[in-house]
């Protein structure tokens, strides 16, 4: 079935580095433009990063821009997020996911949580 | 970047009740606006995409509208399990921007 496990969450002290990873399954992942988002404990959704189909062309949110990359391996299917200068802010469950029609935030993952503290 | 601006913030409703939530941009934003409900400690789901669009598996009592600004969503008869938060979401341009949530509860 179609299907995003994230993984790679965990606690990081402040200015530390963590990689997640998302595997993919289940649909034509090499298609797909490919997101992360994140939630703050008890907050809202907030869109982090976007990557082409073919890793082209990357965006990002302001506030992670130099710290965070994303990048992908259509060979195995994945897509990942690598934190570099890790802030308290940060703290978050960050979720895979991927470019539906027009745009919408179409198949989620579980979510991987991250907590940034020392 | 696109503010995207919903109303109410939580509201509490009847089983059977007609809900209708809006969602209002910064700026026009055409048909790219999405609806999102998300459960405690679950992952969100779309609910409707390019504003009016019902996503597979959703049923039907949800709808929705709007072009350009203002957008609503509707749940035409209210059901225990539509406890939830909803969110909208623009995919105009980047950064994607969502709407703060509306959190709905069942009376």
């Known amino acids: 079935q179609v299907q995003l496990v994230e993984s790679g969450g965990g606690v990081v002290q402040p200015g530390g580095s963590l990689r997640l990873s998302c595997v993919a399954s289940?649909?034509?992942?090499?298609?797909?433009?490919m997101h992360w988002v994140r939630q703050a404990p008890g907050k809202g959704l907030e869109w982090v990063a976007f990557?082409?189909?073919?890793?082209?062309?990357?965006y990002y949110v302001d506030s992670v821009k130099g710290r965070f990359t994303i990048s992908r391996d259509n060979s195995k299917n994945m897509v990942f997020l690598q934190m570099n200068s890790l802030r308290p802010e940060d703290t978050a469950v960050y979720y895979c996911v991927t470019d539906g029609a027009k745009g919408a935030f179409d198949i989620w993952g579980q979510g991987t949580m991250v907590i940034v503290s020392s | 970047d696109i503010q995207m601006t919903q109303s109410p913030s939580s509201l509490s409703a009847s089983v059977g009740d007609r809900v209708t939530i809006t969602c209002r941009a910064s700026q026009s934003i055409s048909d790219y606006l999405h609806w999102y409900q998300q459960k405690p400690g679950k992952a969100p789901k779309v609910l409707i995409y390019?504003?009016?669009s019902l996503q597979s598996g959703v049923p039907s009592r949800f709808s929705g509208s709007g072009s350009g600004t203002d957008f609503t969503l509707t749940i035409s008869s209210l059901q225990p399990e539509d406890s939830a938060t909803y969110y909208c979401q623009q995919s105009y341009n980047t950064p994607r921007t969502f709407g703060q949530g509306t959190r709905l509860e069942i009376k």
């Open positions: 390019a504003a009016s």
């Open positions: 990557i082409w189909y073919d890793g082209s062309n990357r």
């Open positions: 289940g649909f034509i992942f090499s298609d797909s433009g």
